[in-house]
Every structure is written in structure tokens, then in C-alpha cells.
């Protein structure tokens, strides 16, 4: 999937751009399993494997697609207005380290025909084709110095997907760092320092999920990245719902009339990632939103068909915390009604 040049921003205002046939038919939808009974949140987690498959979004381990330039600019706008959405606590440095040179090697690996990480004197040399930058030299064991802060910017202007660094510590993991520029109503200002359970604690009634899930994560093994799809409902593809900025976008959906639902309402995916790294054995998240307006998903029975199953048998504590509450009742009539709405 060939990366577009844009001019205009396609992830925040004025949300400028068509999606290609291609990007619709490889949307990562996340009830690929035929739906048994009312939806329920769930560990739902499973081996990150990539399925080489052209096209997919799991080809790889990383997923460079036609909103490459998109979601690069939209970082860059969001890192200018709101600088808390980056931060690296000093336990973390090593990490933040340790994952940029691992993940500049996978895309370099990955994706050949556009970026070149080769060896050179202590460090590598990175080459970005796609954007026709100058040649970075990066050395993974260099001290960070205030003249050499935080890679993880760096590392995140040349790739897609927001980054969370957790520290493991008394059977915890601590949020410690990351690059978080689309997070779905949260913000890496407000849950740096706490660990999981804590920064997990508005999600309604899910204590068993999440204790399950931990558990999982502190016995995660390095080299065995795993995956789960997260999703929500969102007004345009908008990347930036933070917390700082929710005046921007948080009565969008509300006020969402009928007629403007079927362009404007989307379905908002995120594919996660964890891994522990080997050296500092850091757990490394990672987060790549996707989107799908619900015009584009109803030109999928299927996928319309599971959304509106999903959507009806919906907990109300769980439509409240999705913010979907006020709305879910409209889409589902338009997702299940005639084709010409
Ligand atoms: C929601 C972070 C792993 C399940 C959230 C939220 C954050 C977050 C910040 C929003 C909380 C809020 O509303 O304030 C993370 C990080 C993870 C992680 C940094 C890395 C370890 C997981 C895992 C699961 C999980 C492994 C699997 C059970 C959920 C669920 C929600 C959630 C179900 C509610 C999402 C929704 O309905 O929109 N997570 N999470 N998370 N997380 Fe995680």
C-alpha cells in the first residue's frame, strides 16, 4: 500500500483526504469472530504474528500505508501544541533506546525499498526514501545527554503509532514514558507514574479483566510480542482525543445530526502491540488507530451486521464510558436500514 503525499490534514481539521478501496477492504475490524451473546470486554489478547500476507495490516510488524505522510504530519502538529504528549522518565531512557533501535532495524527490515539501517562506527545510519531526509546516525549505546535528550521522538517522526513505556517493579508495571499523540480520551500527562491497575480504573466494572490480564503481562516473555484490538465510536478520523484538548471533540458525537452521521461518525480501531525488550525487559506498547467512517463499513454486510449486534447487546455502563450512549440507537438504524439511507 503505496504511502500518498498529503498537503492538508487528514487526521485532524480540516480532515481532508479520501481513503482508498484498498484501505477499506484491509480495515482491521475488530469482531472477527461470529458474535455468541451480548458483548463483553475480554482479554482478547493474541500472538502479534505477521501474516505476510500483501496488503494486511499484520503483513508486517510494523504497518507502513497510505496515511504514512498523514499521520506523520498530524504528529508533528500535535507534538507542537500539546509538548506533554511526549515524555521519557529517566528509568525508561535505556528502554526508549533499546526500542528505537529495535524498531528502526524492523522497518529497515520490513520495508527495504524505503528506510536503510546499516551499521556504521558505534552506531547505524538511518535512511528514510519516503521522506528523502538527510541520513540520521543513531547509536543505540550512547549516554543521553541533554545535547542528546529522549530518541523517541525521533523514532516517532519516522514512524506511525503512538508508544507507551512501562516499567516493571513489585508486581506492577509503572507507565514511565512514551510518545502518545492519539490517544482515545486519555493523555500520557495524566497517567504517567501510575501502573496499570490505576491508570485502568475508569473503565467500568472490569477489576477481573484487567487483575487477568496483568498477571499475563508481568510473565510476558521477550520475543513473544502479542496483539489485541481496542475500538470506539469518534467523530472524523481524528487522531488527537486527549485530555487537554477535549473541548475540541467531546460533545462531537452528541451533536451529531442523522443525516451527517453515516460521513461524519467513525469507527475508531486501535491495533495494540506489547513486547517485553530483551535488555532493559521493559514492556514496550504500542498503539496504531485505524479508521473507518460508517458509510465506508456498510459497504460490508458483515462487518455492518456484527457492529449493529455489537452496538445493540452493549452493557449501558459500557455505552456511557464509550461515549456512544446518546447515538448507538441512530447508527444502529442506519447501519442495519435500506442501502440508499
Ligand atoms: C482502556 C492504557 C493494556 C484493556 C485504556 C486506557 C488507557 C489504557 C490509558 C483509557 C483509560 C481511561 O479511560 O482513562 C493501556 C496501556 C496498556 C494497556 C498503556 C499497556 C500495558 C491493556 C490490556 C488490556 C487492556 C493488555 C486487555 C485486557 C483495556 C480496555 C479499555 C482500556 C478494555 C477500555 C477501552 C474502551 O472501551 O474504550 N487502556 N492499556 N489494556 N484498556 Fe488498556
Not at 496483568?214 to 467523530?235: A, D, E, M, T
Request: charged fraction near 20%; proline fraction near 9%; charge should be negative.
Amino acid at each position: 500500500v503505496v504511502p500518498q503525499p498529503v498537503d492538508e490534514h487528514v487526521f485532524a481539521p480540516p480532515f481532508a483526504g479520501l481513503k482508498s478501496a484498498q484501505a477499506i477492504a484491509r480495515f482491521p475490524f475488530p469482531f472477527t469472530q461470529p458474535v455468541q451473546g451480548p458483548y463483553r470486554y475480554s482479554v482478547n489478547i493474541e500472538p502479534h504474528e505477521t501474516d505476510g500476507i500483501p496488503g494486511s495490516p499484520t503483513e508486517h510488524f510494523f504497518d507502513v500505508d497510505e496515511f504514512y505522510f498523514a499521520e506523520l504530519q498530524e504528529r508533528r502538529r500535535a507534538l507542537k501544541a500539546t509538548p506533554q504528549h511526549s515524555q521519557v522518565l529517566p528509568e525508561v531512557t535505556d528502554a526508549a533506546q533499546e526500542l528505537t533501535h529495535l524498531s528502526l532495524a524492523r522497518l529497515a527490515h520490513s520495508y527495504p525499498n524505503y528506510f536503510i539501517y546499516s551499521p556504521q562506527g558505534h552506531g547505524f545510519v538511518w535512511q528514510n526514501h519516503l521522506t528523502g531526509q538527510a541520513p540520521t546516525l543513531f547509536d543505540p549505546n550512547a549516554p543521553l545527554t541533554e545535547s542528546k535528550p529522549d530518541p523517541l521522538p525521533f523514532l516517532t517522526s519516522q514512524l506511525p503509532g503512538d508508544w507507551a513505556l512501562l516499567q516493571q517493579q513489585d508486581n506492577q508495571l509503572w507507565l514511565k514514558g512514551g510518545v502518545v499523540t492519539g490517544p482515545a480520551s486519555w493523555s500520557l500527562s495524566e497517567k504517567l507514574g501510575m501502573n496499570y491497575l490505576q491508570w485502568h480504573s475508569p473503565v467500568p466494572d472490569q477489576h477481573q479483566v484487567f487483575q487477568r490480564s496483568l498477571k499475563y503481562l508481568l510473565r510476558l516473555p521477550p520475543g513473544q510480542p502479542v496483539r489485541r484490538k481496542n475500538w470506539g465510536l469518534c467523530v472524523h478520523p481524528r487522531l488527537e482525543m486527549s485530555m487537554e484538548n477535549r473541548r475540541e471533540w467531546q460533545h462531537e458525537l452528541q451533536n451529531t445530526s442523522e443525516n451527517d452521521l453515516p460521513q461524519l461518525v467513525n469507527l475508531r480501531v486501535e491495533l495494540q502491540v506489547l513486547e517485553r525488550l530483551p535488555k532493559s525487559q521493559a514492556i514496550a506498547f504500542y498503539i496504531r488507530t485505524y479508521f473507518l467512517s460508517l458509510a465506508e463499513l456498510k459497504q460490508n454486510p458483515e462487518w455492518a451486521s456484527r457492529l449493529v449486534q455489537v452496538l445493540e447487546e452493549l452493557s449501558s455502563d459500557i455505552a456511557e464510558y464509550k461515549n456512544i450512549a446518546g447515538v448507538r440507537m441512530l447508527i444502529i438504524k442506519y447501519l442495519s436500514g435500506a442501502r440508499h439511507y
